[in-house]
């Protein structure tokens, strides 16, 4: 059997790897303009189905002889299955946001619901809502009747607020589509963006302790369910999905891919060995390791110690967050970071976007025994004060913490 992925342009996609954990078939991916999305339709390439992505989903629902249920109130399409007189739609958007509200304890059920944006995707959320039974399903974008300068007044009820649009997707992470704190009755949020893993959408609700979903686990389960049309299968119930062992399935494909997508960005105090124990990761791992203070180097042709002696710290800090903003929203990498950098609290956002953040805790009295000749810092101020100020940071930051072996 023979699927692919249909789209204008997927550079980046992570479908072919997903299908891949769900089933033996062939899986490739198919760029086609829009005239050859019709040949497509008649079967000129002899595919057995395929998942639709972005700007097709309306096109092709339009060119397939038959359509679920789900497909023909949407209009769209993410999945095509050959059948003998042609080929059916189904959309499977719609489980996939359903498994990833329920994945996260999030029950919009009686609750005040809002959607940010109007494109395809948003379709697929407000059908999936209104199942789900939901109170009332509101709608914002820039030109609606509710729009990103009303919404806080119009829709301050709003207790569900969901985020369809690709505002904070990477490389434009630092944007966030609205101000949840904005919200006094918010009860969750979640945001189909899944790059990063964490947006600033998200760890505003973080922040704000509310429930809260990414989109990495509705990418994962709607290509699940689209596995199962491509093998013959049929419709799942979520509820039974999320406590079954179809859950484990989707949920270990959702840790494999988030384990791969994510750094591992180590901080710490400066001779803590985040340098020794990051090249050792990722020679482990098969990854790039990435020195910041080498990076910084390289980036500006001046060593953080230069700087910081000749323009002073401040600029110093400045030009390191320009180039964290950078390097911390990529993918894959091993990061080993300056000791200062969770200091500025403009940071605090990079290094959690797209990173699994370790902390390397060493004991004080071993601190005090490093080499501070090329660390102005070190030298100015008292070993103890940089760490009496910079541990809690890194206790919070942190999404665990290793205290390695010393002599």
Request: with cysteine; proline share 4%; hydrophobic share 35%.
């Amino acid at each position: 059997m023979k699927f692919g992925v249909l789209g204008k342009s997927l550079p980046h996609t992570y479908s072919p790897q997903i299908h891949k954990e769900f089933a033996d078939y062939e899986y490739t991916v198919l760029e086609r303009t829009e005239e050859q999305v019709h040949d497509l339709f008649k079967g000129a390439e002899g595919l057995d189905g395929f998942n639709v992505t972005i700007p097709y989903k309306k096109l092709a629902a339009s060119l397939c002889t038959e359509l679920s249920e789900e497909a023909k109130e949407l209009g769209a399409i993410n999945t095509v299955v050959k059948t003998p007189d042609g080929f059916k739609g189904y959309n499977t958007d719609v489980f996939g946001f359903k498994y990833m509200l329920q994945s996260a304890g999030i029950d919009p059920a009686g609750k005040n619901c809002l959607i940010l944006g109007t494109g395809g995707a948003s379709v697929a959320v407000e059908y999936a809502l209104k199942k789900m039974g939901a109170a009332k399903i509101d709608f914002c974008s820039r030109s609606g009747q509710i729009n990103y300068e009303n919404v806080y007044t119009i829709a301050q009820d709003s207790e569900v607020i969901v985020n369809t649009t690709p505002v904070g997707m990477f490389p434009e992470v630092d944007n966030s589509p609205i101000d949840l704190s904005q919200f006094k009755n918010l009860y969750a949020a979640a945001d189909i963006v899944y790059n990063p893993s964490r947006t600033k959408f998200l760890q505003q609700a973080q922040e704000l302790s509310v429930k809260n979903a990414g989109g990495l686990s509705m990418l994962v389960a709607q290509a699940w369910e689209a596995s199962r049309y491509f093998t013959g299968g049929q419709g799942t119930v979520v509820p039974e999905l999320v406590e079954g062992p179809q859950h484990d399935d989707i949920s270990s494909v959702i840790e494999k891919l988030q384990s791969q997508m994510l750094n591992i960005t180590l901080i710490g105090m400066p001779g803590c060995g985040k340098t020794t124990l990051g090249k050792k990761l990722a020679k482990e791992k098969g990854r790039t390791f990435v020195d910041l203070d080498d990076k910084f180097k390289e980036e500006y042709n001046i060593t953080p110690a230069e700087v910081i002696t000749q323009k002073g710290e401040d600029e110093f800090r400045r030009m390191e967050t320009a180039l964290a903003k950078k390097i911390l929203p990529q993918s894959g990498l091993v990061i080993a970071t300056g000791g200062g950098i969770v200091t500025r609290k403009e940071n605090w956002f990079y290094l959690k976007a797209n990173s699994k953040v370790i902390y390397i805790e060493r004991p004080l009295e071993f601190l005090l025994k490093q080499d501070t000749s090329n660390r102005p810092l070190s030298q100015n101020n008292k070993i103890e004060e940089l760490y009496k100020a910079r541990a809690p940071l890194y206790e919070a930051l942190c999404d665990e913490k290793i205290i390695p072996e010393y002599e």
